[in-house]
Each structure stands twice: as C-alpha cells, then as structure tokens.
C-alpha cells in the first residue's frame, strides 16, 4: 500500500522560496508510475501543479513553468517540490499523490494515493 506524507510547507513573502516534501513508501519503482503535486485554496478545485514519470518526464501547469521543479530521489524514496518566486496566488495546501500507469496526467480523480497535504503561505 502507497503510503505519502508530505512535509516542508510554511509561510514566506512574495519573490521567497519553499521546497516541499513527500516521504514515499509502498511504491514499487520498477512499475510504471506517475508521481505529482497538487493544490487545492478554499472555493478552488484541486489543481495540479507538477507531475514526473517513471521516465523521468515531467510537465507543469502554466502558471508555475519556470518557477517550479519537480524531482524524485527513489534511493532515499523522496519526491519534492522546489519553489521559486512564490506569489500570493500560490498559496494553498499542497498534496502529494501517486498512481501506477504509463501515462502521467494533471488530473487528480486518476491518482489513486493521497498525502494529507502541507500548507503554503505567500503573503505580499
């Protein structure tokens, strides 16, 4: 069983930086897999934020391209998210998640496994 909890979110000004957290257990590596970060703020749908592949492929949604890095440490069985240049809008809960498959979409209903979600704060 796929087992995420994330780590690392807190409160910082705009322009500053954060890098979040997922410590990874359950998965096998040698499946194909998808894993990503989400992002949900109050009235908001959860939004996908960056995802990476088993191959190493990753894709980010628009607002954050160039700002925000998505990367994976499978021998220490970690994911994070660097961020950059934060701006109020950025903040949210962000949530690390998971699925087996061959494709690797920004759409949480196909991601089966859930992190409980750390909170970010990007005041102005």
């Known amino acids: 069983q796929v087992q995420l909890v994330e780590s690392g979110g807190g409160s910082v000004q705009a322009g500053g930086s954060l890098r979040l957290s997922c410590a990874v257990s359950?998965?096998?590596?040698?499946?194909?897999?998808?894993m990503g970060w989400f992002r949900q703020s109050p009235g908001k749908e959860r939004e996908g934020v960056g995802v990476?592949?088993?191959?190493?492929?990753?894709n980010y949604v628009d607002s954050v391209k160039g700002r925000f890095t998505i990367s994976e440490d499978n021998a220490n069985n970690l994911l994070y998210l660097q961020m950059n240049s934060l701006k109020p809008e950025d903040t949210a809960m962000y949530y690390c998640a998971h699925r087996y498959a061959y494709s690797c979409p920004l759409t949480s209903n196909l991601f089966r496994s859930w992190g409980q979600g750390t909170q970010v704060t990007v005041s102005s």
């Open positions: 990476i592949g088993s191959d190493g492929s990753t």
């Open positions: 359950g998965v096998t590596y040698s499946s194909k897999y998808c």
